[in-house]
């Protein structure tokens, strides 16, 4: 921080915002809290975020005689936004914005107590010396983000956000499922039937698409399409696929949870009268389909009450060929949407086939639910 001051200062820049790696802000958050600041005349401002559904936020309404939060009489009327206003309080943390002639106050606040953590320190530093601070409620800035589960996950893994579910299910939603999802997913909405009972539905974002392959990819223990498959109880498989199964990325229990919140809403929807919650699969895996390796796959039924096969990525684009036919009704869905996901019964009545992938290299997501 100390560094940054004197950059600040360097620059003469008007003003400088601190902004901890776990918030996340809405575009146009910062100008709007500059905009205040200047307003009010505000030389130390904070916007408030909170936590999703949860009372924790970057700022204290109270310090107890120890010097440690206390919660103050009007901080979940502000927290809820029953109270908008800016307000004089005695923490802050995480996102600040401070006016330029405050800085050279501030060189050393962040180790003014050393016992005590970086931000409170600053804050104590703060209230012993005259410094206001100020949070403001009167817009959604952002939110803070829970790290936790976050926090858990190998530092080996790329693409870490795609793993960050449930906790900040808000944030993940907007990155990774469709946007066209919440327009069929309404009531009275058709969703597109291209053969009898299969529906095809806008299920993952291009950016989930790209990176589940990218997550495969780089794992890059693909199966070898033989009938032995040690991964399996019973170490048989009768429809082999050159694949990658969920859990061994480990992605099974946040890929459960998400079929769970998005696909079995969609499939109680269009097939009215089945109700499995919480659903159950233990066949989740991405397939890639090539000329050279397995560029199709052989008549078969799924072992699934129904099943789920979303394309990953783009006809005529990254590949040619591929699509799925459904042999009972002679009818083939081209599955070259990228994010679209068919959703068909599995046993009995949709005997299906791969149709071969004739240049490039094809990616699907299939999952076997309700086995």
């Known amino acids: 921080m100390k560094l940054c001051n004197h950059f600040a200062l360097e620059q003469k820049s008007e003003y400088i915002f601190a902004l901890d790696a776990d918030v996340h802000l809405e575009p146009k958050s910062l100008d709007h809290i500059i905009q205040r600041a200047k307003a009010y005349n505000l030389k130390i401002l904070a916007p408030m975020v909170a936590i999703k559904g949860k009372m924790f936020t970057n700022f204290w309404g109270s310090v107890s005689a120890n ?32 006016s330029a002639e405050k ?29 206001f601070m100020y949070v403001d409620n009167q817009e959604h800035y952002g939110q803070l983000l829970s790290t936790e589960q976050f926090a858990s996950l190998s530092e080996t893994l790329i693409h870490a956000e795609v793993y960050d579910y449930p906790a900040n299910k808000e944030l993940w939603e907007k990155r990774y499922i469709h946007p066209e999802y919440f327009h069929y997913i309404q009531p009275g909405i058709e969703v597109p039937l291209p053969c009898p009972d299969v529906y095809d539905f806008p299920f993952l974002s291009l950016r989930m698409s790209k990176e589940i392959i990218e997550i495969m990819e780089h794992f890059g223990t693909w199966s070898d399409g033989k009938n032995f498959d040690r991964r399996l109880e019973g170490g048989y ?47 989740m895996f991405v397939v890639r389909y090539r000329p050279d390796e397995q560029a199709s796959l052989r008549p078969h039924h799924d072992a699934s009450t129904y099943s789920i096969d979303i394309s990953l990525n783009k006809r005529d684009v990254d590949y040619e060929g591929g699509g799925v036919r459904y042999i009972r009704y002679n009818c083939t869905v081209p599955a070259d949407e990228v994010g ?19 240049k490039g290299t094809r990616y699907i997501l299939v999952s076997f639910i309700n086995p």
């Not at 501030?106 to 209230?127: G, T, W």
């Not at 019964?345 to 004739?358: A, D, K, S």
Request: charged share 25%; proline share 6%.
């Open 67 to 98: 010097g440690y939060y206390e919660r103050s009489q009007d901080y979940l009327d502000i927290v809820e936004g029953d109270l908008k206003e800016f307000w004089n309080v005695p923490f802050i943390s995480a996102a600040i914005l401070f």
């Open 103 to 131: 800085l050279q106050f501030f060189m050393e606040a962040y180790n003014y107590e050393r016992k005590l953590d970086a931000d409170m320190s600053f804050a104590k530093f703060c209230r012993d010396h005259g410094h």
């Open 237 to 283: 498989e009768n429809v082999p696929t050159r694949d990658i199964h969920m859990n061994q990325v480990g992605f099974e229990p946040q890929w459960l949870q998400i079929i769970d919140d998005y696909v079995a809403p969609m499939q109680e929807k269009v097939f009215t009268g089945y109700y499995q919650r919480p659903i159950k699969a233990n066949m």
């Open 340 to 358: 679209w996901s068919m959703l068909f019964p599995g046993r009995l009545t949709h005997l299906h086939e791969g149709l071969p992938t004739t």
